[in-house]
């Protein structure tokens, strides 16, 4: 067994384990490597010397915190800062996060590898490319949480699966009248705002309370820190959105003053209408049809009526031109009228020269 230098630290096996020892600030420090392998706990122990020289040593305390810990950090983080993403993380880390890691796994224990298995785990059972990364991301703001408190020195390496889930789905004007006069009466006027507004019925439609209102100017201003990227905005509205803003305006100050919301059940809070709005797809024969379908609806309208681009990002709450671009795409009706226009040009240019040519002809 080869010598080690006085405190630079040293394995020695317990068992079948190697254990090493090696010193901080002059105190010794013992502590179990969790290997079999000489080699490799040869390797961890220079790692530890490593982190002490460069002053990022957690110590033994690190080889106590576990995945549970963890999830418990990140949860708390989210649950702070007000993420309106902490209800889907908190379903990620109970349905495949601790599944799969076990709520007790040593984070430290938590390798590279272990995150290509749970990728693999995942790809098996059908989960799509956003989805896993959905779930990487909990479990990276996991260990970067860990790591500053300087509960952790480190962290495997997180993978970034290529997605294409931009969804192709459009409201045609039919379509869009066939579903909302299946739907039940109160929940047509914030179906009839996302139509036109393009704004988000979870976040932005459904929170809308009367102080943010000016009825007399025809406007709604969205406060900074309430929308999804945290940034303000006004719209002026169009007279079907005034008229929509009227009535409810009425049903307000005549049957439920004491409820704050422009959209409401009765003077309830609406909180979801799934089930309303799946019976109205399904009785118009549109079964499959997604509300946030109406945000690239909103963009597509929006452009066609010669609206600038950058105002229509303003109003449906675009912040990056990337973004925008992934909704703004033609659909197929867009091409057949296009074509057909372009045939139908071409058609009257040529009649059009030939009766001129016809006038020029000699008798």
Excluded at 15 to 36: C, Q, R
Excluded at 218 to 226: A, C, K
Excluded at 297 to 317: D, Y
Aim: with cysteine; net charge positive; hydrophobic share 40%.
């Amino acid at each position: 067994m080869p010598k080690y230098r006085r405190g630079s630290g040293s394995v020695y096996k317990r068992g079948k384990t190697w254990w090493l020892k090696y010193y901080v600030d002059g105190k010794a420090i013992y502590e179990s490597s969790g290997v079999t392998d000489r080699a490799e706990a040869g390797r961890i122990l220079r790692e530890k010397m490593g982190e002490v020289a460069t002053g990022r040593h957690a110590g033994p305390a690190a080889e106590r915190v576990t995945f549970d810990d963890l999830a418990e950090m990140v949860l708390n983080d989210y649950s702070v800062n007000g993420k309106k993403s902490l209800p889907d993380t908190e379903a990620r880390i109970r349905l495949h996060l601790r599944p799969f890691f076990g709520g007790k796994k040593k984070a430290q224990k938590i390798t590279s590898a272990n995150v290509q298995a749970f990728v693999a785990h995942r790809k098996e059972q059908g989960a799509s490319n956003a989805e896993v990364n959905r779930e990487l991301a909990a479990l990276k703001r996991m260990f970067n949480l860990a790591m500053q408190v300087e509960s952790l020195t480190r962290k495997p390496h997180f993978p970034r699966l290529e997605e294409d889930n931009a969804r192709q789905g459009f409201f045609e004007p039919w379509q869009f009248e066939a579903i909302l006069v299946r739907l039940p009466e109160h929940l047509r006027p914030p179906i009839t705002w996302a139509y036109y507004t393009g704004w988000r019925m979870y976040g932005e439609i459904l929170p809308l309370v009367w102080d943010r209102v000016d009825i007399e100017a025809g406007s709604v201003r969205l406060y900074r820190g309430t929308t999804k990227n945290k940034d303000g905005r006004v719209i002026v509205l169009p007279q079907v959105l005034k008229n929509i803003l009227e009535q409810q305006w009425q049903q307000h100050i005549g049957s439920y003053p004491e409820c704050p919301f422009v959209f409401h059940d009765k003077g309830r809070e609406m909180k979801s209408f799934y089930k309303a709005w799946r019976a109205a797809c399904q009785a118009a024969g549109l079964s499959g049809k997604l509300g946030h379908d109406f945000r690239r609806t909103a963009v597509r309208n929006l452009v066609r009526a010669g609206v600038p681009e950058r105002v229509a990002m303003m109003i449906t709450g675009h912040r990056t031109r990337d973004v925008f671009d992934r909704y703004n795409i033609v659909s197929v009706g867009d091409l057949e009228e296009a074509a057909a226009r372009k045939v139908d040009e071409r058609i009257a240019v040529k009649m059009v020269t030939m009766g001129a040519t016809a006038t020029t002809q000699p008798r």
